[in-house]
């Protein structure tokens, strides 16, 4: 792993990216949720070619303006993407037994759903991947400014590649904005990090850019895919 960081070292996003690929051909792969920082990534990747692997999940409670935006990015860049789903019996069940809002009663109850809507088709995904590409960023959250540009998934037995997690804020806009990279509309009505529909919101100035994610209860705000 050392080896591999230090030679990352003094590559800006793209190239990291580029000499990720070539190490393992044929085995990394870029999860988006189409949110700011994965609309910057994915132009890079597309923009510069690389022989990277998209996907993203598709959760079955996205907003409509979400999925704009995946029409939108398929146009501009002539590039389809993979999409998950959740396993149909597992989302059957749980409607079943608990009813379609059971994410509101309880921590527990909304971590179940996240798992089965998001952890085991990511899981799925993944299979087979050496290196997973992930639009994280230290400004997100509290959970996240101790994650290092590379990391080891140990529970997936991966590598995770981090290109965005020193950028700041005004830097991703900047990118978006110089590019004239498509984002979603949600972003321009307050909305910061954009999951399922029922369970965010838009921040009020000044909040924490994760107070918009399950905003009735008290968590770390995370949901299993990044631990």
Request: proline share 5%.
């Amino acid at each position: 792993m050392e080896n591999i960081r230090k030679a990352l070292e003094g590559l800006d996003a793209p190239a990291a990216m580029r000499y990720l690929a070539e190490q393992f051909p044929g085995a990394v792969a870029f999860s988006t949720s189409f949110g700011q920082e994965d609309q910057v990534i994915a132009d890079m990747i597309w923009r510069a070619k690389l022989p990277i692997r998209v996907f993203t999940l598709d959760t079955g409670r996205l907003f409509q303006e979400t999925y704009d935006l995946m029409d939108l990015t398929r146009a501009r860049y002539k590039q389809s993407f993979e999409v998950y789903f959740p396993e149909t019996a597992s989302v059957e069940k749980l409607l079943l037994e608990k009813g379609p809002n059971s994410f509101y009663e309880s921590v527990e109850n909304r971590k179940e759903c996240c798992f089965i809507r998001k952890v085991v088709p990511l899981n799925r995904a993944l299979q087979g991947v050496k290196v997973w590409i992930t639009g994280l960023r230290a400004e997100q959250s509290e959970n996240r400014q101790a994650l290092d540009a590379l990391e080891w998934d140990e529970t997936r037995q991966l590598y995770k590649y981090n290109p965005l997690i020193h950028w700041s804020y005004e830097q991703m806009m900047d990118y978006l904005k110089t590019q004239n990279v498509p984002y979603n509309k949600l972003h321009d009505k307050g909305f910061i990090s954009i999951g399922c529909a029922p369970c965010t919101r838009a921040v009020e100035p000044g909040e924490h850019p994760r107070a918009g994610r399950w905003w009735w209860e008290l968590s770390k705000k995370e949901c299993g895919l990044h631990g």
